[in-house]
């Protein structure tokens, strides 16, 4: 008995890929806009652009004692300070910094740290910083 799928050929695979393109890419791909009929249309002259945060928060759930703008720039922060870093100090935090490529503004902020303190977590260099963590954790 043979054994194999001949239901159809390449000709039709090929075709049935290229209809579920959109749902398998996904949106943020482009794969559901590829068609241009499915773009979205730009905001009038008179209207208002269209915003992912109308309310100005670029996220929801910001912790009690911090805005969501203080969260993106602290977890960009921690982006370049690995966890073989802490426990450091300044020059330990700004070497590793540096060994990831962070960007200058970052170097430049783990350089106002002061000398002589070791910090255990990412949230303690943010606060020396002179940032706000969140009040409560949980």
Known sequence: MERGSNKHGPRVDEQMSREVSGLVQGPGTGGSRVDESRVPEPAGEDQPEATTAPAGELRTGAPKGMSSE???Q???LGRFITMAALPGDREALVANARDN???ADIVSEL???PEGIRYQTVSEVWAALGHKNET???
């Open 74 to 76: 602290r977890s960009r």
């Open 101 to 103: 490529d962070a960007p």
């Open 111 to 113: 350089e106002r740290l």
């Open 136 to 138: 409560t954790r949980w």
């Open 70 to 72: 203080d969260v993106e």
